[in-house]
């Protein structure tokens, strides 16, 4: 299983960004696709998530400016950012998994396959 993100850079404070994520290797259809960032010094933290049922869940200090969504026909998982903050700044990482349930959604440990990371950098 392959997951490849792209699209980060350097924006402005309130610019936009679209981050992709290709998985390969699996039905992509039947999972759960999620963002989460890493801050410099932090600990990795939950972003957004979409369910195969096409649900989105999102961190509280995204919501209104983030959106998470899919294209099952090209296996790809988007972000959406806009409005973009310095405290956006961070690694972000596109995770998926088939066994995402409600009470374990915005945890790490329910994704078992990770993308690389892409950097976003917003400057004030």
């Known amino acids: 299983v392959q997951l490849q993100a792209s699209g980060g850079g350097l924006v402005q404070t309130g610019g936009s960004l679209t981050l992709s994520c290709v998985v390969s290797?699996?039905?992509?259809?039947?999972?759960?696709a999620a963002w989460f960032r890493q801050r410099p010094g932090e600990e990795r933290t939950f972003v957004a998530a979409i369910r195969y049922s096409g649900s989105t869940h999102y961190e509280d200090s995204v919501k209104g400016r983030f959106t998470i969504s899919r294209d099952n026909a090209k296996n790809t998982v988007y972000l959406r950012m806009n409005s973009l903050r310095p405290e956006d700044t961070a690694v972000y990482y596109c995770?998926?998994?088939?066994?995402?349930?409600?009470?374990?959604?915005?945890?790490?440990?329910?994704?078992?396959?990770w993308g690389q990371g892409t950097q976003v950098t917003v400057s004030s």
């Open positions: 290797g699996r039905t992509f259809s039947r999972l759960t």
């Open positions: 995770a998926s998994s088939s066994s995402v349930i409600l009470s374990n959604l915005r945890s790490q440990s329910a994704y078992y396959d």
